[in-house]
């Protein structure tokens, strides 16, 4: 069964309200490059002070989220799409609901992937084994 509340937790909340841009790269092990790309896509939002970019909790939550979907597979749109239910103020009911059943989605997608993968694995292992036969032959 899937572990459903690690795609979804969010990593411990420290005891830091705000966080710059070296701190997310170091904590997450992601580039700036990383950082700026999502806030152009519209992922996190940092404040600006200055050229400064502040990011918050939120952000930093968010971020976890991006990692997390982007692992397992799940394209940005989808990420977003989840990350934004948050804010619907409905206790992350439908964030929930919509979470699983994208999970559920891409569980099936992986184990189709992964029987097609098996039969040509075998079918591979046949024709090598014939091939090897009638090398043996010549």
């Known amino acids: 069964m899937p572990n459903f509340a ?3 937790a969010t990593p411990a909340r420290s005891d830091r309200d705000d966080y710059s ?3 997310l790269c170091a904590e997450f092990g992601v580039t700036a490059r990383a950082l ?3 806030e152009d896509e519209g992922l996190i939002s940092p404040e600006r002070r200055g050229t400064q970019r502040i990011y918050s909790q939120r ?3 968010r971020l976890a989220w991006i990692l997390r979907g982007k692992r397992v597979g799940f394209s940005l749109a989808d990420i977003r799409e989840m990350i934004d239910l948050y804010d619907l103020g409905d206790g992350r009911r439908q964030q929930r609901e919509v979470t699983i ?3 559920a989605a891409k569980i099936e997608a992986l184990h189709a992937q992964k029987r097609d993968i098996d039969a040509a694995i075998a079918e591979l292992t046949e024709f090598v084994a014939l091939v090897e036969s009638h090398r043996d032959q010549a």
Do not use: N, P, V
Request: charged letters at 25%.
């Open 6 to 8: 690690a795609l979804a």
């Open 21 to 23: 841009i070296t701190q």
């Open 36 to 38: 700026r790309f999502y």
């Open 59 to 61: 952000d930093r939550a």
């Open 101 to 103: 059943a994208r999970c």
